[in-house]
């Protein structure tokens, strides 16, 4: 297979699935083994190019989110009864503050419950971290349709701004040992994270203003209603799509949540798309393309989903007991989806070399 970048929209197919697994379940085994398979492809299949390296980032960042999951348990969670583990001063508080606790006794059974609900986001977020290490968001924003440009402009904002705050921060660093001082320890990383901050969203910035002055998402001679009726369309998809994987996500939502809000965002996205394409056309310079490899990955992704799905509809294995505290079953279904979710670490193309894939044509492009 030819060494090439994969279209970063199948990545995105693959990392948003798995994100979808990963919010179906409260299971360690399956959390930890998300994370895994997800680390996994990112070490086989990422470019050398300085944003491939935010994974590492996108992990700590889980084990921050978890540590301050268990602390906000300790000091204001639910008093879940169970086996107490210590207890901490309890402040009384008025009546009308019912349901909430400031200190008392902290029992395993609501640690555990707070640890799983934490492993899950942490999950969340190094499917995120692996979308965002293995595709340039520049590119991810040359594939989109010409209908979806305002979208499309925030999202990859808001996307540019993780990757080049890992870049901002490794130049930070690099300037402060050259100045002979420490770049680890609390102290460092506090006198580094106004620097990196700034560094970050001035590149985001930036990305804008370039975008902009190159006429990004000019519409040309369409006409005022064809723009106001696509626009309308993208916004009544987009909404009916986070309801219907809302509505997918939660097992007790009602059923006009599911399936019929995603066959309306889906058929409202289309409409959207052939109403707004057939009066705007743009040119690309060597187009991405979307072949065997990225059906494959793509596939990859959804088949993990719907073995979650299928698990969910056939008992509570995805989300074991904490009150009382059970050990967590390995659904095989799930683990089988897991192992195909893999798949895209030798699916998928061998990423280009350090020279190529930095190059104007396939990161700026």
């Known amino acids: 297979m030819t060494p090439r970048l994969l279209h970063p929209g199948a990545w995105w197919i693959w990392a948003v699935a ?33 944003w491939s390296r935010s994974f590492a980032s996108f992990l700590r960042l889980g084990l921050i989110v978890i540590a301050v999951r268990l602390v906000f348990q300790i000091l204001f969670g639910v008093r879940v009864p169970g086996t107490t583990l210590f207890s901490i001063p309890e402040v009384t508080l008025p009546g009308w503050a019912a349901g909430v606790s400031i200190g008392g006794p902290v029992t ?31 590119r991810m924003l040359r ?64 990305l804008a203003a370039s975008m902009d002055s190159r006429g990004y998402g000019r519409r040309g001679e369409t006409p005022v209603m064809v723009r106001r009726r696509s626009v309308g369309l993208v916004l009544v998809g987009l909404v009916a799509l986070a309801v219907g994987s809302y509505g997918l996500l939660d097992p007790g939502s009602p059923a006009l949540f599911r399936i019929p809000a995603l066959v309306l965002g889906i058929a409202a996205l289309i409409g959207a798309l052939l109403s707004g394409g057939a009066t705007n056309s743009r040119t690309r310079y060597r187009p991405d393309p979307w072949v065997a490899p990225e059906w494959s990955v793509s596939i990859a992704g ?30 095989v279904i799930a683990v089988l989806g ?5 798949l895209p670490a030798w699916l998928a193309p061998t990423p280009p070399s350090l020279l190529s894939a930095t190059s104007p044509m396939a990161v700026a492009a």
């Open 338 to 342: 897991l192992v195909i979710a893999m």
């Open 108 to 138: 395993i059974e609501s640690l555990m419950a707070a640890l799983y609900q934490g492993l899950r986001l942490a999950a969340v977020l190094a499917c995120f971290g692996a979308a965002t290490s293995l595709c340039s968001p520049y």
């Open 18 to 50: 798995l994100a979808a697994c990963a919010l179906r379940t409260t299971n360690p085994v399956l959390l930890c083994l998300i994370i895994a398979v997800a680390g996994w492809v990112v070490v086989s299949r990422r470019a050398d190019v300085p």
């Open 302 to 331: 959804i088949v993990a989903l719907l073995s979650f799905v299928v698990v969910g509809r056939m008992g509570d294995a995805l989300t074991p007991s904490t009150n009382p505290l059970e050990v967590p079953a390995v659904p």
């Open 143 to 206: 594939a989109l349709p010409s209908v979806l440009y305002e979208a499309g402009v925030a999202v990859t904002v808001a996307f540019t701004f993780a990757p080049q705050a890992i870049v901002a921060s490794r130049q930070v660093r690099e300037a402060r040992r050259l100045r002979g001082r420490a770049d680890r320890g609390v102290r460092a990383w506090s006198a580094s994270a106004l620097p990196v901050l700034e560094g970050a969203l001035d590149r985001a910035v930036a």
